[in-house]
Nanobody, 117 residues
Framework: QVQLVESGGGLVQSGGSLRLSCATSGFTFSANTMSWWRQALGKERELVASISVGSLSTNYADSVKGRFTISRDNAKRTFYLQMNSLKPEDTARYYC??????????WGQGTQVTVSS
C-alpha cells in the first residue's frame, strides 16, 4: 500500500523558513522521481520542485528558485523541501507526489503553509 505523509507545515512570518518532509512507504522510493506541488485557495495545483532518482537533477518553479531546496534521503524513504525567505504568496497547501507506481500516481494528504506579511 503506497503512502505519502507530509509534515512540517505551519504559520510563519514573511522572510521566515520551514522544512517540509514527505515520508513514504509501499513502493521503491529510491527508483522514483519525487515532487512537491502546492495549491493556493482558488488556484490550480502547481509544481514547486522535483528531484530525480539518485538526486542527479532537481527542478524548480521560477517563483521559488533560489529560495527553496528539494532533497531526498533514500535510506529514510523521505524527501524534503527546505523553504527560505518565505513570502505571503507562498501560502498554500503543499503536497508530495510520486508520479507513477505501476502506472498509478499517488499524492499525500498535504500540509498547510501560511506566510503572514
Amino acid at each position: 500500500q503506497v503512502q505519502l505523509v507530509e509534515s512540517g507545515g505551519g504559520l510563519v512570518q514573511s522572510g521566515g523558513s520551514l522544512r517540509l518532509s514527505c515520508a513514504t512507504s509501499g513502493f521503491t522510493f529510491s527508483a522514483n522521481t519525487m515532487s512537491w506541488w502546492r495549491q493556493a485557495l482558488g488556484k490550480e495545483r502547481e509544481l514547486v520542485a522535483s528531484i530525480s532518482v539518485g538526486s542527479l537533477s532537481t527542478n524548480y518553479a521560477d517563483s521559488v528558485k533560489g529560495r527553496f531546496t528539494i532533497s531526498r534521503d533514500n535510506a529514510k524513504r523521505t524527501f524534503y523541501l527546505q523553504m527560505n525567505s518565505l513570502k505571503p504568496e507562498d501560502t498554500a497547501r503543499y503536497y508530495c507526489k510520486v508520479p507513477s507506481v505501476y502506472g498509478t500516481t499517488y499524492w499525500g494528504q498535504g500540509t498547510q503553509v501560511t506566510v503572514s506579511s
